[in-house]
Every structure is written in structure tokens, then in C-alpha cells.
């Protein structure tokens, strides 16, 4: 029993991993695309792009440190 539950431990904190790089993607392309799209509409220059864009980036490493951060507490 104890192995079982111990595979079951691994094989979900794999999944976890696994969908970190889509999170991030999807983060990062819709705060992206936010902007630029912001930028057609409002402004000439790519103001809104630049901040949204670094602004995703920070959002999801946060968001994969939190998600690491509970991995590990769970042991």
C-alpha cells in the first residue's frame, strides 16, 4: 500500500511539472497579445506591450515558484 501511494505521489507532482511550461505559455501570450493589442487601439508606440509582456513574466515565475513551493510541503 505504501508504494502505491508513494507512485501515485511521484506521478502526480510529474503532471504538475509537465503543465508548468503551458502555464507559462499562456500567460505570456495573452498578456503579450493584451498589449498589443492595447497599443493599436490607444497609442502609437509599444508601450503597452513592453509592460504587459515583462509584467506576464514575472507573474508566472511567481506562479511556478508557488506551485514548487506546495510540491515540496507535501512531503
Known amino acids: 500500500m505504501d508504494k502505491k501511494t508513494n507512485k501515485q505521489k511521484l506521478t502526480n ?3 504538475v511539472m509537465m503543465n508548468i511550461p503551458f502555464q507559462m ?10 498589449g498589443m493589442w492595447l ?5 502609437d508606440t509599444s ?3 513592453i509592460i ?3 509584467t506576464s513574466v514575472f507573474l ?4 511556478i ?3 514548487v513551493k506546495n510540491l ?4
Open 25 to 34: 505559455g499562456i500567460i505570456i501570450f495573452s498578456f503579450t497579445y493584451l
Open 13 to 15: 507532482k510529474w503532471l
Open 52 to 54: 504587459l509582456s515583462l
Open 72 to 75: 515540496n510541503k507535501e512531503n
Open 47 to 49: 508601450i503597452f506591450t
Open 60 to 63: 508566472s515565475l511567481y506562479n
Open 65 to 67: 515558484i508557488r506551485q
Open 39 to 43: 497599443d493599436e487601439k490607444y497609442t
